[in-house]
């Protein structure tokens, strides 16, 4: 079935520090691929979405670009704010159905 | 707008007790999800409802777990009885179609404790 693998974490970085967790995942066909944050405290909210190979999401300074050759969805962050600490999902919607597969989430955290 | 509304936000309970849990989506969303994360993992769809119809309940454990939709607008997840391994946050999310490209919605959640 289609799954994804994401980095362990707990990442520790410095503000304005460069930022990357790396997301790979198994499907059939063509899924659509997201980046879910959630803050402490609060529930998950969509960081940035791809549809299609080659797409790249973009939203608050992330990116991540659709790889299909890779079977991969790189979130990356050139300079994190002590704001951007939170735990961060890759997730993914199968080409045949809507239902969401998570990653089991990376934990960020940006010290001043 | 009104996001995704949860209650409880937490709640313990001992095992062999039950438990129910109520969501309400956003106006207008026809697609309504249940998940449930487990520390230190990612969410796992429970079941999906599209209007007040069933679409997706292959991984809800049926022999304990229920969940309805009965006017196709608020929900309600019940376990009977609980386990100890059923302690989690359980996440609702709603979408205005099925949610493969259109964004899922999550409210806060509610953690269950299983003593």
């Known amino acids: 079935g289609d799954s994804v693998t994401q980095m362990e974490g707990p990442v520790t970085l410095s503000e304005e520090a460069f930022l990357t967790i790396n997301c790979t995942y198994t499907a059939t066909g063509y899924p659509s691929l997201f980046w879910y944050v959630q803050y402490p405290g609060e529930g998950l909210q969509l960081l940035l979405k791809?549809?299609?190979?080659?797409d790249k999401g973009s939203n608050k300074g992330f990116e991540a670009t659709y790889r299909k050759e890779t079977t991969s969805f790189h979130l990356e962050k050139g300079s994190v704010q002590v704001s951007d600490s939170a735990v961060y999902f890759c997730?993914?919607?199968?080409?045949?159905?809507?239902?969401?597969?998570f990653g089991a989430g990376t934990t960020v955290t940006v010290r001043a | 707008e009104a996001g995704v509304a949860q209650s409880p936000r937490y709640k313990i309970i001992e095992k062999r007790q039950s438990v129910a849990f109520w969501c309400n989506p956003i106006?207008?969303?026809?697609?309504l999800y249940w998940y449930q994360q487990i520390l230190g993992q990612g969410p796992k769809l429970l079941i999906q409802?599209?209007?007040?119809?069933?679409?997706?309940d292959s991984q809800l454990p049926k022999d304990r777990f229920s969940a309805e939709r009965l006017k196709g607008v608020d929900s309600t997840l019940k376990i009977q009885p609980a386990k100890l391994e059923d302690s989690a946050v359980y996440l609702c999310?709603?979408?205005?179609?099925?949610?493969?490209?259109?964004?899922?919605?999550f409210g806060p959640g509610t953690r269950l404790t299983v003593l």
């Open positions: 791809a549809t299609k190979a080659d």
């Open positions: 997730a993914l919607s199968g080409a045949n159905d809507y239902k969401l597969s």
């Open positions: 999310a709603s979408s205005l179609g099925g949610g493969g490209f259109g964004e899922q919605f």
């Open positions: 409802f599209q209007n007040n119809g069933v679409v997706d």
């Open positions: 106006s207008g969303h026809a697609t």
